[in-house]
């Protein structure tokens, strides 16, 4: 025994931890130390040194490894397992219901819970694939250890048998594959078509081996389960992510990479090819459409990240300890390390401030929310100096003080080269503004609406309409209200839009006018469902079209001129709403209030706006998707 604890001593010099630690990550396991030094003395032959070194740095890392898991849960999961081959939602929806248990999640700590069985077969796994695989040469132990050895990849549940299991279902992808990287590609791919990007009823994170059955989840499940499909056939894998998007949605993002040779390698959308340099994974709505020069809206297709990180099994901090106290978790995570220079994020911004704290920090705006940390820095001689930010977004600094954010100076747009456009707002000058709307618009929905060129209305004396007259065609980008005149000296009883034939974007609402009033009638149409939608006076419903070339109409009781045709595109919400409360906002330190206004038709005007000032539209009779802008050129700017 005591030969054996010499020879734990000397392998630990070469694992990038210490005796010391891995003796604190014992203690830490308390009544589950027996399993943890089980392991360890299962490779005590010297024949099994390099997986010595590998338990050992499993075994010191582990401390504040855990997951969340609720009896619930669990009674979710046994049903997952013994349901069929094919689980679709509604199966899925019913197992969650049934699982009548708790919910309430705990935290459950993998030194405290995990046996010497699943790290031993966990161990012999990883280095199995890992010496076996046709690209061992280009894997070496260091990126082994941290890469492929791990037996989680962020803190997702864990299943027993879960690298075998994977390993089983997707050797055969790339069995005759003996390229890394085609190897990557072609796994990757095969997750992207397997999982349906759509969330089910748990709204939990669930074990690898249930979401690898079936099949369903958002951008963290499909990582998860790519990153160790990956890990489980001996690919090296990281698992990159952002907090939140600094100018769009209130939520973040995450996704897959290879390191390898000290590069981040990624694969971009359809491409078949990993590269380096690619932007960061779905960032960008990339524009099909050209839009008119003279299109009111100031439109976006790039979705902003101050910083990315990555989730990695290795304790890791390496700044001063002491800057610990100061700093919320999300930022010094010991777990994440800052890969913003990874993804091409290398702006810098030096502040001086003459606060005295220690630790300062910038901001972004989430949104619906307020500002959030999004980097720190310790004070430098007079100020700070943040490296390796995004840029083209705006940031505020703050100092942190018993969970309450203090701005320090006023907000500001970090540009390209580098510059600081601060924006305080100009008391003194004043300016009119008119606001369409309260969240950016991005070319995903232009793309949309773009497809609806040519589209036309109709009218006819029969409900075939085979002799029937175009009263109007689309020729122009819709806008979200578009208003048509129209000066016809004959009345129809049978009236619709009729989409173009490569087009299936659906009309949120529909109105014909005659006489002043708005004209009722039987929905009628084709190659759509729930047609009813764009007559219920919601902008929020909208007909089912899967199928180009749709057309929905009206069967009037009686023919009827049609003066006005009203028509708005499916939408996202976000447009100005008859009817509804908004408020506007400019930021001087803190959010005021410019006054409260019940929208009476599709735009609202302020009067009195401070020139240079940052500006939040609030709507406060419902909704949550609010974003910050400046006003310039007569046109709301987003940020």
């Not at 499993?58 to 081959?85: C, D, F, T």
């Not at 190897?183 to 009823?201: D, E, G, P």
């Not at 489980?232 to 600094?246: E, K, L, M, R, T």
């Not at 009203?566 to 709403?577: A, E, L, S």
Request: hydrophobic residues 35%.
């Amino acid at each position: 025994m005591k030969n054996f604890i010499y020879l734990i001593a000397f392998y630990l010099l070469y694992t990038g931890c210490s005796k010391n630690e891995v003796q604190v990550a014992l203690d830490y396991a308390g009544t589950n130390r027996a399993e943890l030094e089980k392991v360890l003395a299962y490779y005590k032959d010297p024949k099994d040194s390099l997986k010595l070194r590998a338990a050992c740095f499993l075994i010191a890392n582990m401390p504040y490894h855990g997951y969340l898991w609720s009896e619930r849960q669990e009674m979710y999961r046994k049903k997952i397992a013994a349901g069929g081959r094919v689980l679709g939602r509604g199966i899925l929806r019913k197992f969650w219901e049934e699982s009548q248990m708790p919910d309430e999640q705990e935290f459950v700590l993998d030194a405290h819970s995990l046996t010497s069985d699943f790290l031993i077969r966990n161990i012999e796994s990883a280095f199995r694939v890992w010496e076996l695989s046709p690209w061992r040469e280009k894997v070496d132990y260091n990126t082994f250890c941290h890469y492929i050895l791990p037996y989680r990849l962020a803190d997702e549940p864990l299943s027993i048998s879960w690298r075998d299991s994977l390993n089983l279902h997707f050797s055969p992808i790339i069995e005759k594959e003996t390229d890394m990287q085609r190897a990557f590609v072609l796994i990757s791919k095969y997750v992207n078509k397997k999982m349906s990007q759509s969330s089910v009823a748990c709204p939990h994170v669930m074990d690898i081996l249930s979401l690898n059955k079936y099949g369903y989840g958002l951008c963290r499940d499909r990582s998860l389960l790519l990153g160790n499909a990956l890990r489980a056939v001996g690919i090296p894998a990281v698992y990159d992510y952002v907090h939140s998007w600094a100018n769009y949605s209130e939520v973040g993002h995450t996704w897959i990479a290879l390191p390898y040779q000290g590069k981040t390698y990624t694969l971009l959308d359809k491409d078949s090819v990993l590269r380096t340099g690619n932007r960061i994974d779905a960032s960008m709505f990339k524009p099909t459409h050209i839009l008119e020069s003279d299109y009111p809206f100031v439109i976006d297709s790039i979705k902003r990240v101050s910083k990315v990180w990555r989730s990695i099994y290795r304790f890791s901090w390496e700044e001063d300890p002491s800057f610990l106290k100061y700093i919320p978790w999300n930022l010094a995570n010991p777990f994440s390390v800052d890969v913003s220079d990874k993804y091409a994020l290398t702006s810098s911004v030096s502040i001086v401030s003459l606060t005295k704290a220690k630790v300062a920090y910038l901001c972004t705006f989430r949104t619906g929310r307020d500002w959030q940390l999004a980097a720190w820095a310790p004070r430098e001689r007079n100020g700070f100096t943040f490296r390796n930010v995004g840029h083209s977004i705006v940031y505020q600094l703050v100092e942190l003080n018993a969970g309450v954010l203090t701005p320090l100076g006023y907000p500001f747009i970090l540009r390209i080269d580098g510059r600081k456009v601060i924006l305080k707002p100009d008391l003194q000058t004043k300016q009119k503004v008119l606001l369409h709307r309260k969240y950016p618009f991005f070319t995903h929905w232009t793309n949309q609406w773009g497809k609806m060129l040519q589209g036309r209305f109709e009218g006819s004396h029969s409900s075939d309409f085979k002799h029937a007259k175009i009263l109007y065609t689309i020729r122009s980008t819709p806008l979200f209200q578009n208003i048509v005149e129209l000066n016809t000296d004959e009345k129809f009883k049978y009236i619709r839009y009729v989409c173009p034939t490569d087009c299936r974007t659906p009309l949120a609402e529909i109105e014909f006018w005659s006489d002043g009033q708005r004209l009722l009638g039987k929905v009628v149409g084709e190659k759509a469902t729930a047609l009813e939608n764009c007559f219920d006076s919601d902008m929020q419903t909208c007909p089912s079209c899967k199928q180009t070339g749709y057309w929905v109409g009206l069967a009037l009781e009686s023919p009827k001129y049609i003066q006005k045709i009203v028509y708005y595109p499916k939408n996202d919400d976000n447009f100005i709403q008859l009817r509804q409360e908004y408020e506007l906002l400019y930021y001087d330190h803190k959010w005021i209030s410019l006054g409260r206004r019940i929208a009476t038709n599709m735009s609202l005007e302020y009067d009195s706006v401070p020139e240079r000032s940052l500006l939040l539209l609030r709507n406060r009779t419902k909704g949550k998707e609010e974003r910050i802008f400046i006003y310039e050129g007569g046109r709301q700017v987003w940020m």
